[in-house]
């Protein structure tokens, strides 16, 4: 009954975070081993997949995503275009000033990541300070007890997250310019590349946010990874990807497993909070 495409994302992000509570219950019960930095891992092959997309293949990547993607990078279609995305055989774009203006690589790049802090803050500013009042009607009360501790708290959270997100975008700004500038090409592995650095950044990020980044960017990626499948080498895999009744099935799925996962003993627990929250409220606290 929704929009198709809607149900696409939708069961995406459904099906993948039914499996990672799938896989913290099944750690938690001690019959899968806890990998160290594991969400780190999955964050950074999924932000290969991702900056891969946005730099070389845009159409592949969901349009409103791909926006916020510039925006927050403070990109130009028109700079990426023009220095990252030149065909074969065309001369070599020089970084600046297509792709930024300052003549230094290093100036640039370190004076984008100041400004960057900012970008990010307006952006992790409702993020921090929202979703506890209203998700976690218990902080409401907390908040009226403490306020000057919630608001510590908080805002130590936005500067963390702020400063781990201009430090994903300095990761790929500057693995771009050295590596296109040293290798003198465009090539399709520099990105990614890129992706893997701005990855590991998430390691700036609170250990209790990685998970929820991971579990967000995930489906991205997967999205990425579907629209490049093509249907000259795969017909097969191609048309079932795209069959109207395979996001039904895959949110089936997701709610099938989230229903085993809360009904078993421990499975509350070991879920993701935001998961047990939003299931409690569409199917009630009693299962």
Not at 5 to 32: E, M, P, W
Not at 81 to 88: N, V
Request: proline fraction near 7%.
């Amino acid at each position: 009954m929704d929009d198709p495409a809607r149900c696409r994302v939708l069961a995406l992000y459904c099906i993948v975070r039914s499996l990672g509570d799938v896989l913290r219950l099944l750690i938690h019960r001690g019959d899968f081993p806890n990998i160290p930095h594991g969400n780190v891992m999955t964050f950074t092959i999924a932000q290969m997949f991702i900056m891969y997309g946005a730099m070389l293949q845009p159409q592949t990547v969901d349009p409103k995503y791909y926006k916020w993607i510039r925006n927050v990078g403070n990109l130009k279609e028109s700079s990426i275009q023009r220095a990252l995305r030149t065909p074969a055989g065309h001369p070599f774009v020089e970084c600046s000033p297509v792709w930024h203006k300052h003549p230094s690589c290093t100036v640039h790049n370190v004076t984008d990541f100041l400004y960057a802090i900012g970008r990010s803050s307006r952006m992790y500013i409702p993020v921090h300070f929202l979703p506890p009042l209203l998700f976690y009607p218990k902080s409401v009360l907390f908040v009226f007890a403490n306020p000057t501790k919630y608001l510590k708290k908080k805002t130590f959270n936005t500067i963390v997250s702020s400063i781990f997100l201009a430090a994903y975008q300095f990761n790929i700004k500057t693995t771009i310019c050295y590596v296109r500038n040293l290798t003198r090409s465009n090539a399709w592995w520099i990105p990614v590349l890129g992706g893997f650095f701005s990855g590991l950044s998430l390691f700036i990020e609170h250990s209790k946010r990685r998970v929820e980044l991971a579990l967000y960017c995930i489906p991205r990626a997967l999205e990425i990874v579907m629209r490049l499948i093509r249907k000259d080498m795969f017909p097969v895999l191609y048309a079932l990807l795209r069959k109207p009744w395979l996001p039904v099935l895959n949110f089936q799925i997701a709610i099938a497993l989230w229903m085993t996962v809360l009904g078993t003993i421990g499975g509350d627990m070991a879920s993701n909070s935001l998961n047990v929250t939003v299931l409690r409220v569409v199917f009630g606290s009693k299962h």
